[in-house]
């Protein structure tokens, strides 16, 4: 676009004393400025196109400067995709890392110089429980224009493109647990059960997978899921002296190793659940009995944005 202007004066003069007055326009030169549409060009990128529970995504946004002037005071503002949850810390300006930032309250860019550019990155944690195909994000970056010296500046917000990665939902890990229960009271018959499951610890684990999938630059790892199953179990003894209802109470442990996204660091025991998918206590003789436990481990989305997720 061109802006052009030029000059008007209007005056009157007269040629003698008592000659009739004169009116007169001259008019200036004409100038012209160009000016450029979008003085910044904002590209953004994401390093998955697919992703999954657990998952570190990383975003980066290139602002580049495309005039012939140094631009200052640029804000940059990135709302956190829905279904995920932004890591502390993770902003890097120009890879810098920038303490404190975050891109859904905005920040700004002292300078950018004149036909160069500015890379931002930052990361998130992908939530067990996107309930979205797609995670979708853009940016936006906000410049002051003076129009008008004697008035306020006026903000005009640049979007970038819009860049996705498709979630891809998958179970963490079902297990079967069977064991064997022996009894000194003769049993005839289980009338009912009840099974209550904990998670004790969970933990990720140094191994030589981990230390192989380190040199590849992998981002996964291996961790250890320690808990308990209680089997509560009401029957009838076979004791003629003691024929009622009678309740064993039987504990054991478990555990699972398995490999999960780096992701899964960033997340407390109590976010780590585990359901009874299927249960049964089977009568194999009056003194034995054998559990069948099949459990489903999964994790809990009480992430929010308040909630402060700190990098490795």
Known sequence: MRVVNECRVDFKYRLTQDSPLVTRTNFSNLVST???KDMLNVEKFVDK???????ILTYSIVITNTSNFTITNVF?????????VFIENSVKVDDIKKKCLRPDNGFYINKINYRSSVIIRFKVIVLPQCF??????????????????????VKLNIDSNIVSSEFQSKVFKQINICEIIRLKKDITKILKYEVNVKVLESKIVDSPINRTNQKNRSNMCNLVVIGSIEYKIHFLSGNKENNNVNIIRYQFGFSSYLMTPIGIAYIKNENIKVNVNYASANLINKN??????NLYMYFENNLNKNKKLNPL
């Open 76 to 84: 940059f503002k990135d709302k956190i995709p829905k279904g995920t």
């Open 34 to 36: 160009e000016i450029i």
């Open 288 to 293: 034995l009995i054998v559990t069948s436990t």
């Open 132 to 153: 979205t195909q797609q995670i979708t994000n853009f940016s936006t970056i906000q410049q002051n224009h003076i129009l008008n010296i004697e008035e306020e500046p």
């Open 49 to 55: 196109k697919c992703t999954y529970a657990f998952d």
